[in-house]
């Protein structure tokens, strides 16, 4: 049957298909769809994990009791996971055990750009990089089979265009194969790594890796196209794709599994073509290799090792080469200036008011208007954290001065606290960021003193992804009623003493709470409550603004909702962008009080 | 048939995602190979969305390179004009003549391009410039969340699909009780398109 599937979707009936019985991931673009998709088949026990070092953990556990297991996660999400992963490539599996780990290139939705193909190496194990759905679909039979064969975690890497992209599988299946019984077998030497056993199982990493590399010589997921042979490319991925569309003449070698490399392919490829160019995304990982084995290649001098590569890109890079013609592509001429149209906070998002308080608290307006931006100044300084309230780090609300990585505003505010630094420090977090790697900066903080304040915005789901379920929501990655972790009681449980609940669309509230914690000489957290607005739409009557009370003083367009609208010189809120009741936040900071509900508002005003 | 690059934009929430996945169905119910990729980022957050489609006998890149679109569909016009490059010499442009203006335009730091500067820009491109009242018309039939599908409807005539093939699409991916006036909302853009041939105003 002929579908036409994400990538993600593929990996995940790929993975059913093959009997995965465990499947587990903390959600992260592009990867999240993958354990969504997972979900929804029987016969599965799928979960959202607090973070991906324990969805690694689960899965792992599950391998050891002998079923196929899977962990899902975008790129940075290893580096969190990157402990059980590197322990479950010593000890080996039982069950298949995959890793599908979803590079960003181009960082479309993250805060770096790195290349995961290089953990493969470092942990020693296989790796295999479909190029579409249909591939997304057949490897990871493969890659659970490659695990017990070898052993070994297999690692599956997959890139957001490969993940996110459409295209048609040919589905040959219906029905997932039976489980193996769960059992787990006693072997000491193999699952506890005490020094003495760890040091018994590096030998036969070494030995499994060359195993591997025999096996990659004739693994049927390479594969070779032969067309002239004035040019040969080395690709794998989706640049695979681009290769083909831009070099239609040139021979190919694909490589479906990319580590550890089938070396004699390799030489007898080279050996067979005039020139020889690879073409990969991000790193130069093939290159490197086949420089390391004497064979001349280029590609890294021409195609750029940073952000996501496209069809037009590696043109240009092919005419540089030498190898493609000029374009003829015209290209616009014009003098305008178009607006961009980055990404915002939704209207009636539960996080305008608060980052509205902490950026006037710490008049934040200024800073936009400062032309030297290091010079810049502030009052409170405001670590941030990862999700869709980083968007606030954007004008007009500029609240936000630190995004490094998943819970890090914790320990952020706590070492510049005790640098000294001279200046009140706020932490923000999502409540699922917290969950994720938040609990352990905050007891760092209770027990080393901290007088920083926490504001936890708490919306209850994990909205940046796509509002999956987490711990504190009670329900399960499956729809179920789940344990429910109460945030309140966690907090005061690791021993913070002050720990305050406000109204997320309660203006008053949240200046005042804000206000007396910057005040305590002592750790404030504060849990700022709202549901997201795109969760739970909850449409009221929405609000309008007086233009005769209205002197045009801008204070509501600094909350940034889009929809306050100014044109041809009048301010105007767009009712079927605002939620209405529910919010009125705009209403509440107006210092003319010239908004209120459409019905309240003379009709020649809402004109 | 023809190898199609087809190309779908407008901001996040608009329903773009929807209505390329609709054509990629509708394609793939007609034999062709079908890859289809939207450049999503955080579009749920109102951002500036482009869904490529390619349609032929084999697709290899699933992305549209810059002047070899055949079709673009605009949802709304600033991005009809940050797009227009996409398309090739003489390829089609429907633009629904709408304005969301991004925050920078509120807050007075960026302007928003009149309709000349815009339609100058894609006429550079090409004279195949249907401008369309989608918004207009999405409010007539009562549900402004037609917009996607009456522009689907405007841009079919130009696609060698049968109107009973996008019927089953669009009755397929959509819940029953939106499903009659989505069907109408496509059924009204077709007819629509072919009442403003303004390509040549």
């Known amino acids: 049957m002929r579908k036409l599937l994400s990538g993600n979707e593929a990996f995940a009936l790929g993975a059913y298909h093959a009997g995965v019985r465990v499947a587990t991931a903390y959600p992260g673009t592009p990867s999240t769809e993958i354990l969504e998709a997972v979900a929804r088949f029987d016969n599965v026990y799928a979960e959202w994990s607090t973070n991906e070092k324990v969805a690694m953990e689960v899965a792992l556990g599950a391998s050891y009791s002998g079923v196929r297991a899977m962990a899902s996660m975008k790129q940075?999400?290893?580096n969190v996971a990157s402990d059980p992963f590197m322990a479950a490539a010593t000890t080996g599996v039982d069950g298949g055990l995959v890793v599908i780990c979803a590079d960003d290139p181009g960082a479309h939705s993250s805060q770096g750009e790195q290349d995961n193909r290089h953990y493969a190496r470092l942990a020693k194990i296989p790796m295999l990089e479909p190029a579409d759905s249909q591939e997304a679909y057949d490897f990871m039979a493969h890659a659970f089979d490659l695990s017990e064969q070898f052993d070994t975690p297999a690692m599956v890497r997959t890139t957001t265009r490969i993940s996110h992209s459409k295209t048609v599988v040919d589905v040959k299946q219906s029905q997932a194969p039976p489980a193996r019984q769960p059992e787990f077998k006693y072997n000491a030497a193999k699952?506890?790594?005490?020094?003495?056993?760890?040091?018994?199982?590096?030998?036969?990493?070494?030995?499994?890796?060359?195993?591997?590399?025999?096996?990659?010589?004739?693994?049927?997921?390479n594969q070779v196209t032969w067309n002239g042979r004035e040019l040969g490319v080395i690709t794998s991925g989706v640049a695979y794709q681009y290769a083909r569309e831009v070099f239609p003449g040139a021979s190919f070698l694909k490589l479906g599994m990319t580590h550890p490399l089938p070396h004699n392919?390799?030489?007898?490829?080279?050996?067979?073509?005039?020139?020889?160019?690879?073409?990969?995304?991000?790193?130069?990982?093939l290159q490197e290799n086949l420089q390391a084995m004497g064979i001349e290649a280029t590609g890294k001098e021409f195609i750029p090792r940073v952000g996501e590569l496209n069809p037009d890109i590696l043109y240009e890079a092919g005419q540089k080469m030498g190898i493609l013609p000029g374009s003829p592509h015209r290209k616009i001429e014009s003098s305008v200036e178009l607006p961009r149209r980055p990404p915002l906070l939704c209207p009636g998002c539960p996080h305008t008011g608060i980052f509205f308080v902490l950026s006037s608290l710490g008049q934040r307006a200024k800073l936009a208007k400062t032309k030297d931006r290091t010079r810049a100044d502030s009052p409170l300084i405001i670590t941030g954290d990862i999700g869709c309230y980083t968007l606030g780090a954007y004008p007009p609300l500029l609240a936000m001065d630190t995004c490094a990585c998943m819970g890090a505003s914790i320990g952020e505010a706590l070492g510049m606290e005790k640098a000294n630094v001279g200046k009140k420090v706020v932490a923000v977090i999502g409540d699922s960021t917290f969950l994720h790697s938040g609990i352990t900066g905050l007891v760092d903080a209770v027990y080393n003193n901290s007088q920083i304040t926490l504001v936890i915005l708490d919306n209850g789901t994990t909205a940046m992804t796509g509002h999956q379920e987490h711990p504190g929501t009670g329900i399960s990655a499956q729809g179920k009623e789940a344990g429910k972790v109460e945030l309140e009681q966690l907090i005061r449980g690791i021993g913070v003493k002050d720990v305050s609940v406000v109204d997320a669309f309660d203006m008053k509230e949240l200046r005042s709470s804000v206000r007396s914690a910057l005040e305590k000489p002592e750790l404030s957290v504060i849990i700022v409550r709202g549901d997201c607005a795109v969760r739970v739409p909850k449409r009221g009557e929405p609000r309008a603004i007086d233009i005769d009370s209205c002197n045009l003083c801008g204070v509501c367009l600094l909350l940034g909702c889009s929809a306050i609208q100014r044109t041809d010189e009048q301010l105007h809120i767009e009712p079927s962008l605002c939620v209405g009741d529910t919010c009125a936040v705009c209403q509440q900071i107006c210092p003319r009080q010239a908004i209120g509900p459409q019905s309240m508002i003379p009709i020649k005003a809402t004109e | 048939m023809k190898p199609l690059n087809l190309l779908i934009t407008g901001a996040g929430g608009q329903g773009i995602i929807l209505a390329s996945d609709i054509v990629g169905e509708v394609a793939i119910a007609a034999g062709c190979d079908v890859k289809k990729t939207d450049t999503i980022g955080m579009a749920q957050r109102g951002g500036s969305v482009l869904s490529h489609m390619r349609i032929a006998r084999k697709v290899w890149s699933p992305l549209i390179r810059e002047g070899e679109g055949d079709l673009l569909l605009a949802l709304e016009k600033l991005e009809a004009a940050r797009w227009a490059g996409y398309l090739k010499p003489?390829?089609?442009?429907?633009?629904?003549n709408h304005a969301l203006p991004p925050l920078s335009v509120s807050?007075?730091?960026?302007?928003?391009?009149?309709d000349d500067e815009i339609k100058d820009i894609l006429r550079q491109i090409t004279s195949q410039v249907f401008f369309i009242n989608g918004t207009e018309r999405a409010k007539e039939l009562g549900n402004i969340r037609t917009l996607n599908i009456f522009m689907l409807g405007c841009a079919s005539p130009f696609l060698p699909f049968k109107v009973s093939t996008w019927h089953e699409s669009i009755a397929r991916r959509l819940p029953e009780k939106v499903r009659d006036i989505n069907l109408t909302a496509f059924d009204r853009g077709r007819k629509e398109v072919k009442g403003v041939r303004i390509g040549k105003s």
């Open chain 2, 107 to 114: 807050l007075g730091n960026a302007r928003y391009p009149s």
């Open chain 2, 90 to 96: 003489e390829g089609i442009v429907i633009v629904n």
């Open chain 1, 191 to 221: 699952y506890v790594m005490l020094p003495a056993h760890a040091r018994i199982r590096h030998p036969l990493m070494e030995e499994r890796l060359v195993k591997l590399a025999e096996y990659a010589e004739t693994c049927p997921l």
């Open chain 1, 265 to 285: 392919l390799l030489r007898s490829f080279a050996s067979r073509v005039k020139r020889l160019i690879v073409v990969e995304e991000l790193d130069p990982f």
């Open chain 1, 76 to 78: 940075v999400g290893l």
